[in-house]
């Protein structure tokens, strides 16, 4: 078990770029999460997919967002048109449906910097 | 926009002594609590779960649950500067849902 793995860890980009981050799930686990997290707050959900299923998105998500999960595996993170705001640390989680648990393990997430 | 609150410290306790953090949260279909330590400039790390109402205990970790009050604690024992963290309070949204909704941390602090 080598834990949830995501790429890159540190992204620097200029305002108006489009960025994508790749998140690898603990193996086997059919659920994977996003979130965001600023400075000095929790994170913030921002989707989730259950197998290649997109099941969930937050209303607050910007269109500028996208995620996907081809193949029920890893997933990608794109934000499109970057902005200043958008600066944040971007977590992945996964987790295995069991029942009625769900435990969501985070990695080490992928820290964005818009100038 | 449903609500985990928690107190952002620092709270500040004494190595060996017991520290209790806590949390509300204001959905009440909400079935599944967590808590989470984040080290600076790290990810989260899972600590214990709980669904019941009342007590489980984890090593030095014990968490409280109360859902008619809609309040979850934990205490750590024992205390170790190790434990200086923050911990995130988080509570899945509604009554299936599974994203979490977290609080925004209390800083813990443990001097020696």
């Known amino acids: 078990d080598t834990g949830v793995s995501q790429n890159p860890r540190h992204k620097i980009t200029k305002r108006g770029q489009n960025v994508t981050f790749r998140c690898d799930p603990i193996?086997?686990?059919?659920?994977l999460y996003w979130y965001r997290q600023t400075l000095g707050q929790g994170p913030e959900f921002l989707t989730y997919?259950?197998?290649?299923?997109?099941?969930?998105k937050s209303r607050l998500l910007s269109d500028r967002f996208s995620a996907e999960r081809p193949k029920g595996s890893f997933s990608t993170l794109e934000i499109q048109r970057t902005e200043q705001g958008d600066s944040a640390m971007y977590l992945c989680?996964?987790?295995?449906?069991?029942?009625?648990?769900?435990?969501?393990?985070f990695g080490p997430g992928t820290r964005l910097t818009v100038l | 926009q449903k609500e985990v609150e928690q107190n952002s410290g620092p709270l500040s306790v004494p190595e060996g002594a017991i520290a209790s953090l806590n949390c509300t949260y204001s959905?009440?279909?909400?079935?599944?609590f967590f808590w989470y330590r984040q080290y600076s400039g790290k990810s989260p790390e899972l600590i214990m779960f709980i669904y019941s109402n009342g007590d489980k205990e984890d090593g030095r970790f014990t968490a409280q649950l109360n859902k008619a009050s809609q309040y979850v604690s934990l205490l750590i024992r024992d205390s170790q500067p190790s434990d200086s963290a923050t911990y995130l309070c988080a509570v899945n949204m509604g009554n299936s849902g599974y994203a979490l909704n977290f609080g925004k941390g209390t800083s813990l602090l443990v001097t020696p």
């Open positions: 959905d009440r279909g909400s079935q599944s």
């Open positions: 193996s086997e686990h059919n659920r």
């Open positions: 997919f259950q197998n290649e299923a997109q099941l969930e």
């Open positions: 989680a996964s987790s295995l449906a069991a029942h009625s648990t769900d435990t969501q393990y």
